[in-house]
């Protein structure tokens, strides 16, 4: 078994919920705190054992391309980032139509190869609570099955309707085998609240699938193209660790009070507490 080394990372959506600001930065590079929302999705690739990272970014998106470069005067202030430079190699393609998901990973064939990758939304940050990354977590699950693994997690039969949810088939622990997968189900078509939240490890065949699956609401959903690969065995690992929804406002926020909680401790919980009123 091969083992998995890159990732992919599609970050070429419009940002349309945060406009006016998206106009000029990026939604992945809108800060938690004091670090682009990007850098701690490639930070966590780094952490899993990846060792190369292919982002999948629009013409509009070039200042995406310039963090990730090493510059050296700036050395000293950007010591954190340069450092993760050092462990990452990355690459750049455009996405020159709104093709949807499976079309971003599509335009990594020839990165990929003949090689399992993990997937990476640009939208989620997932941040470890004494556990291991999230990817790493899925690449463990990956090696242990051979097949296709989405990350999931439980959500409010409200939240899973914007998501893919999968019905579940045997289950071991945190792994569960996928018999279908269902995209933004209504409440009549739910199989179960399982969540597919931003984070794949995938084998090559996923290509054939991508060229095979179904127009949806004017794009192409990877879980489809995931789907079309259930025959030979697709898993879901509800992950641990904390999920961000930072295309969302209130997502956004949430991981900027949260991220600020864990970094300021006493001070950030003072801080909230004076706001409170009776």
Do not use: W
Request: charged share 30%; proline share 5%; hydrophobic share 40%.
């Amino acid at each position: 078994m091969k083992k998995v080394r890159k990732a992919v990372i599609p970050a070429a959506g419009h940002g349309t919920r945060f406009l006016p600001v998206t106009k000029a930065v990026p939604k992945e590079m809108l800060a938690l705190i004091d670090k682009p929302a990007l850098h701690y999705i490639v930070q966590e690739a780094a952490d899993s054992g990846i060792e190369e990272v292919l982002i999948v970014i629009s013409r509009e998106k070039d200042v995406i391309r310039q963090y990730f470069s090493v510059d050296d005067s700036h050395c000293v202030a950007e010591r954190e980032l340069n450092d993760l430079l050092k462990k990452v190699r990355f690459e750049f393609v455009i996405q020159e139509d709104a093709t949807g998901t499976a079309g971003a990973v599509e335009l990594a064939k020839d990165f990929t190869g003949d090689e399992p990758f993990a997937v990476m939304y640009g939208d989620d940050v997932i941040i470890p609570d004494g556990c291991a990354p999230c990817t790493a977590q899925l690449i463990a699950a990956y090696e242990k099955t051979g097949r296709p693994v989405l990350g999931v997690q439980e959500r409010t039969p409200e939240e899973a309707a914007k998501y893919a949810v999968i019905e579940k088939g045997r289950q071991e622990g945190r792994l569960t085998q996928v018999l279908h997968i269902v995209e933004k189900p209504t409440p009549d078509d739910m199989p179960s609240t399982l969540s597919s939240l931003g984070r794949y490890v995938l084998t090559p065949d996923i290509y054939d699938a991508i060229d095979r699956a179904p127009v949806f609401r004017g794009e192409k959903y990877l879980t489809h193209a995931i789907g079309l690969l259930i025959d030979k065995g697709v898993y879901a690992y509800d992950f641990e660790g904390v999920r961000y929804d930072i295309g969302d406002k209130f997502g956004f926020l949430q991981a900027n009070v949260e991220i600020g909680m864990r970094r300021f401790g006493d001070k950030m919980q003072r801080y909230i507490d004076s706001l409170k009123t009776d």
